[in-house]
């Protein structure tokens, strides 16, 4: 991980905001606000406050469905691996402008997924039990997707449609016709050929159903990302790159749909070709939106909020992830207990929402500083 630090110079904002996707920094700062939310417990405490009704079926879009069916929140790693795909675009585009050969750019790209797979396992590795080796973590995902996306990143469109056709393939295959005693079973949680995989990797299972070559699958979200940011770049009409983007989304959506109704369900822990589409679909349109709205038609208001976390992204995810589940969050939760749980009528459920917003405004603060400061943190 490296430090960029552009503290002590002088910053044209109007120049920034030309060469930067604003669209795409807000779509990242908005996944990571909700990630530290989640990582603060919010909406646990939210669950509990309201057991039942209206309310709470809306919190239960906070959480991941537990097998067959999708969730607002099923939708967050895949946007995440998404942007990671457009943002990977723009930065080769870059490189190129400048001169930098392939070989150069390939070096930066391994050095960058091999440094997301050693975070992304030390993310999981220290367990009150001792040290595990665990490879369900979104970066170790994306170490993986990364390189894929890269190595194909000049590839024409039809081709990089083909070869998303090909893993999606793939993934029907493995899990349809390996057919391994006891992992036969295609879409049955604890019975399937990732959890398989899992043991031959890990020598364990994880009881929540994720499994460890959703890699696999979810290449595709990355490399449809990137194409995206080869539209973007392109010299196309806005209202051009809008439709294309639209009509992509619209078509993967469909197809998502349709499979999930005819031969394989839409399931996140196990990232079915159905749930890929579906999901891709998702980020195509939201993504046509975002960019229509923020880079089009220069709606600014509120979006720096988002901003200052997107460009601090990493460091923030790593923070609340590591840092925050071991230590911060249950240090910041004594302290309030102990300022307000003597107050009469304040209840342990209200006692943890406001724990939890301190602990988020504190992480949002700390992203603001580094932000102010020009210090940004990069792998």
């Known amino acids: 991980m490296t430090l960029v630090s552009t503290e002590n110079l002088s910053i044209d904002t109007s120049l920034q905001e030309k060469q930067r996707l604003l669209s795409l920094d807000f779509m990242r700062g908005f996944i990571m606000v909700l990630l530290m939310l989640e990582g603060s417990r919010l909406f646990d405490h939210l669950l509990e406050w309201q057991s039942e009704g209206l309310f709470h079926n809306f919190m239960l879009q906070f959480t991941h469905h537990p097998w067959h069916g999708l969730r607002f929140w099923d939708l967050i790693q895949p946007g995440f691996m998404f942007i990671a795909g457009t943002a990977l675009a723009f930065s080769i585009d870059a490189q ?12 930066k790209v391994v050095k960058r997924s091999g440094w997301l797979f050693f975070w992304g396992v030390l993310d999981y590795a220290v367990r009150p039990s001792g040290l595990s080796f665990e490879l369900w973590d979104v970066l170790t995902q994306l170490s993986f997707t990364t390189i894929v996306t890269f190595l194909v990143i000049q590839w024409p469109v039809i081709y990089q449609l083909a070869l998303s056709a090909a893993i999606l393939l793939l993934t029907e295959f493995l899990y349809r016709f390996t057919n391994i005693p006891g992992f036969d079973q295609p879409f049955t949680d604890q019975h399937n050929f990732g959890n398989y995989v899992d043991l031959l990797l890990m020598n364990k299972i994880n009881t929540g159903g994720w499994v460890a070559i959703n890699c696999i699958p979810t290449a595709v979200h990355t490399l449809w990302g990137a194409m995206v940011g080869r539209v973007l770049l392109s010299t196309e009409s806005d209202h051009t790159k809008i439709k294309k983007i639209l009509v992509g989304g619209v078509i993967a959506l469909c197809i998502g749909i349709l499979l999930d109704y005819t031969t394989t369900p839409v399931i996140k822990r196990i990232a079915t ?23 089009i038609l220069k709606h600014r208001r509120f979006i720096s909020f988002f901003l200052i976390v997107g460009m601090n992204s990493l460091f923030i995810y790593l923070f609340f992830e590591i840092v925050g589940s071991r230590w911060f969050n249950g240090y910041i939760e004594v302290i309030v207990e102990g ?6 009528g304040i209840t342990s459920v209200f006692s943890g929402i406001i724990a939890s917003m301190v602990i988020f405004l504190l992480e949002w603060k700390m992203c603001e500083f580094l932000y102010r400061k020009h210090i940004f943190f990069k792998i």
């Open 96 to 107: 190129q402008r400048k001169g930098i050969k392939w070989k150069s750019s390939f070096y």
């Open 273 to 295: 070709s159905s749930f890929v589409c579906v999901s891709g679909g998702y980020c195509l349109i939201g993504l046509a939106f975002l960019y229509w709205w923020i880079d």
């Open 339 to 344: 300022l307000i749980g003597h107050i009469s």
